[in-house]
């Protein structure tokens, strides 16, 4: 679009990777004079909105300049040895696939730091929490940015240390043990993948995924990429969460922070579909071609099945909590990512990528808006909720706070993929990348998984409509009656969602400004690789 | 051995300046045993300062030897044959040792003023540094006689600094158990040794491997007990399980610094002493110790970390028992490039990334230890408890004993922790031993369960009534500041240790 000089646009990405870093270090000194503010711990939040919205710029301004006429094409590339004795090399770069995923999470992190400047966190010094929040977005911004196998491992576990204490410390019941459960099935998955990592870099002798991807390393045998995929891929699908490693996720997304909760839910898990486009399709597709009907069916498993979860939490009585409720959702959406993926056609893993981002939209929205429905109401148990209303008809957030209400229909609608909102495109393309799955996979299995995956559209369209029903429906209560008063939507929220439901409309309306993006990378990748 | 007896055949001539560490630090020991007798109580301190000053020697006396190989005390009638050997490998092992010395010696210092009553300076800087002298021989040894003489002078004023401490029953108890099942494994040991010899004809690493191929087929058993037996007081040593039980006692009963010093160079003479005998001397036997090796890298791993779990925070002595079991299962990881020595093409490759991994352990293991000492001054029962809220007190110790603890776990910010496990994991995968990686993978998430435990511990609010911190004396400081720097530099580039991966060692 905008033509920006080479050596900008790598300058731009390294600093979008290590400005939160040297941000991170720098929240832990004393403020210096003139930017000490109020207090201490005000000066160190708005430290983190400072940082973050540097980076946001900077992402944003990666995104202006990238060449949108070959998003197939590395670009703002840097290529640094590191350590020669590993053959690890600092290679960054952005491409259609990536570019997306790194503006998101930019986007994400500052709006998470906007939300902790109004609602300062309570638990502990704000200090640590925006250090550790913005070591969290330096692993997830290298994770989407770097191009080599090694780094990309030490970006996925360099997230999980901060996440651990953002849940134990600042998060609510059970927290301990979430935090424990998290860090535990995340560092087992991680490290396993590790192995199937060093597996393919010793074989094809090198790291670089760029390399591999377009065939440079030596060739690998079926048997290596099988045994690497199956490694690779149980560290990935843990982090997905894919059905049946999801059981961290929620707890996790109960006990965290709101912001916990959003970058989990946005970023975290991202970059586990994101491994699977970046790494295993393209280093590994034999391999993966072995395994890919079994993903699919997964996936199709976890969409159903994290469906009738939320059917089950949003039944009356069930003390459903909402939090969980979401997370659970979780495991659905990103069962049609993994399927999209499975089907190893273009149309599939743009489906995949195009989901990916709006669940990280979509649900980022859906958790700050229980985190405020908490703040207000003090619950985010949905009997508790509903029994609000006038004769437990519903917690009647219409009648008592309706732009809140209106909001949180509007995320829930988005959710169960309405078409004309982010939500829709993936998950059809997804589905109809089933429909005709790449050569040799078997096409009536996939036909039964998209058929049970668009079985799954309409569970998930059930439960939420049932969330609607008993948290924005209902008669209000009167004054006299105890309940109180619900502050409606407050100018920070409001700056901080509106973001998130601009491009939720943007994309459902013009998904082309996205896919026009993926498609051309994704092709590329099928045809040999990001060059 | 046969040549006629001239002067000029029997006089050697020795290579001094490759010899100059060990001998440095061995002619301190005698000296600050000798000074001991004529300074005065209160200058005693000066013995503290000389030894130290010999141990920063020592490791500059490394400094001229990085220029190439150098070898000594070589047969006369055969220049090649040599049982004293400066190369890559030595100096590395030098390094670890002479430096863990130093760093044990600036806690010693603390420790001693601390407890002058009960620790008697003069006797505790001769053991220390003849300890460190024996450790610094040991890796430049290339006879199975020297090896074994060296193993020794490493290990018995080992058992004397251990139950140094006047009146103290733990003390005494846990030098005892240290002291006997060390000398039945060097006893295993030497029968061991005694076989090799008894089948090759020689004592030199080099002529012991050519010659144990060419063994009569009704020796074969003799050599192979042999090798095994050998291996087994190098085992001990490394506290490879099952010859770990004597280190959580030892470790407790012992005054902190020599806990740490145990946990570094105790540890480097063990691992050490298996790659010269496993690589150098039996290298055709790979298929016998190959297969022992990974069986005990997986059990004592499992089994050090398995026990590190199980320890009760609120335990007395239960930071230093938690450092000593964990030590057990980083030795476990220790092993893992051993036994890939044997399946790998390349073994030189493999033994540099336990090098990497030591250096790596050396520098955060010790780092643990000296914040450790440091809390231990105003809180002596050395509960992990006790760090309870130490970020509140002491904010840079608590931030740097995080860092040294998740550097232990392989985890980010500790990246240098992260990549010395990523070469271990790679020298098993490249080996082609994949179950015993996937056994480390495990060990590995168990390991950061009471890792990340304590360094949770270290942020929470502090109890009511925690007595005031006292202040760190120089000593601990400037070993604080050494292994911190160390470890944020070593970080930031790995390669400065991984590279050790990549050349030619022996």
Sequence with gaps: MIDVNESVMRALLAFVVVIPLLGAAAALLPAPPGLRGRSPEQAVLRHGVTVTAAVLLAALALAAGFDHHRPQTMQATTDISWIPALDVRIHLGVDGISLPLLVLTALLTFLCALHAYANPPAGGSPKAFVALLLVLETGTLASFAVLDLLLFFLAFETVLIPMYFLIARWGGAGRAQAAWKFILFTLLGSVVMLLGLLLIGIEAGTFDMVALATGDGRPLTVTVQVVAVLAIGIGLAVKTPMWPLHSWLPDAHTAAPTVGSVLLAGVLLKMGTYGFVRILLPAAPEGFEVFAPYLAAFAVVGIVYGSLACLALARKGARGDLKRLIAYSSVGHMGFVLLGIATMTPTGVNGALFANVAHGLITGLLFFLVGALKDRTGTTDLDALSAQGLQATGAALYGRAPRLGGLLAFAAVASLGLPGLAGFWGEMLALFGAFDPAAGLSRPAYLVFMAVGAFGTLLTAAYLLVVVRRVCMGAPPRDTDGVPLLADVRGHEFAAWTPLVVLTVLAGLWPKALLGLTDPAVQQLFAGGTR | ?506
């Design chain 2, 1 to 506: 051995m046969s040549a006629p007896a001239t002067a000029e055949s029997v006089v050697q001539s020795v290579d001094w300046l490759a010899v100059a560490p060990p001998t440095l630090t061995a002619v301190a020991a005698l000296a600050v045993l000798v000074a001991d007798l004529f300074l005065p109580g209160p200058r005693k301190a000066l013995l503290g300062w000389i030894s130290v000053a010999a141990l920063a020697a020592g490791l500059l006396a490394l400094l001229p030897l990085l220029d190439g190989d150098r070898s000594t005390f070589c047969l006369t009638t055969d220049p090649g044959v040599c049982s004293y050997v400066a190369d890559r490998f030595t100096l590395v092992v030098q390094l670890v040792v002479l430096g863990g010395a130093l760093l044990a010696a600036l806690l010693s210092m603390t420790a001693l003023k601390d407890e002058a009553r009960r620790l008697p300076a003069g006797e505790y800087w001769f053991l220390l540094l003849g300890s460190a002298a024996g450790a610094a021989l040991l890796p430049a040894s290339r006879d199975l006689a020297t090896l074994i003489v060296a193993l020794e002078v490493a290990s018995l004023p080992a058992f004397a600094l251990v139950g140094l401490r006047h009146g103290d029953r733990r003390s005494s108890e846990a030098a005892l158990k240290f002291f006997l099942s060390s000398v039945t494994a060097t006893a295993v040991s030497l029968l061991g040794v005694s076989f090799v010899y008894a089948v090759t004809g020689s004592m030199h690493l080099t002529v012991v491997a050519e010659e144990i191929q060419r063994v009569d087929g009704q020796f074969s058993a003799l050599a192979r007990a042999g090798v095994v037996l050998t291996l087994v007081g190098f085992a001990f040593k490394t506290a490879a399980v099952p010859f770990h039980f004597w280190v959580p006692d030892t470790y407790a009963g012992a005054p902190l610094p020599v806990a740490a010093y145990l946990s570094v160079t105790g540890k480097a003479v063990g691992f050490t002493g298996l790659i010269l005998v496993t690589v150098l001397a039996f290298p055709s036997y790979a298929p016998v110790w190959g297969p022992v090796m990974a069986v005990l890298a997986a059990l004592t791993m499992t089994v050090g970390n398995v026990g590190a779990l199980r320890q009760r925070p609120g335990r007395d002595r239960s930071a230093v028992r938690l450092l000593a079991w964990s030590s057990v299962g980083q030795a476990g990881y220790l092993l893992v490039p051993v036994a890939a020595a044997a399946y790998g093409d390349d073994a030189a490759r493999a033994i540099g990334s336990t090098l990497a991994y030591a250096l790596m352990y050396a520098a955060v293991n010790l780092g643990a230890f000296t914040v450790v000492a440091l809390v231990d001054r105003s809180r002596p029962a050395g509960r992990v408890e006790d760090h309870r809220g130490l970020y509140a007190s002491r904010p840079v110790a608590a931030l740097l004993l995080a860092f040294f603890l998740l550097s232990l776990a392989g985890l980010p910010p500790g990246i240098v922790g992260l990549f010395a496990k990523v070469t271990v994991f790679a020298s098993a995968v490249e080996a082609g031993m994949g179950w015993l990686a996937v056994v480390m993978a495990v060990n590995v998430v168990i390991a950061l369960v009471y890792y990340l435990r304590w360094t949770a511990l270290l942020f929470r609010a502090a109890p009511e009534g925690a007595p005031a911190a006292r202040r760190a004396t120089a000593p601990l400081t400037a070993a604080l500041v050494v292994t911190g720097l160390l470890a944020v530099v070593l970080s930031g580039a790995p390669q400065l240790i991984l590279r050790f991966t990549g050349v030619t060692l022996f």
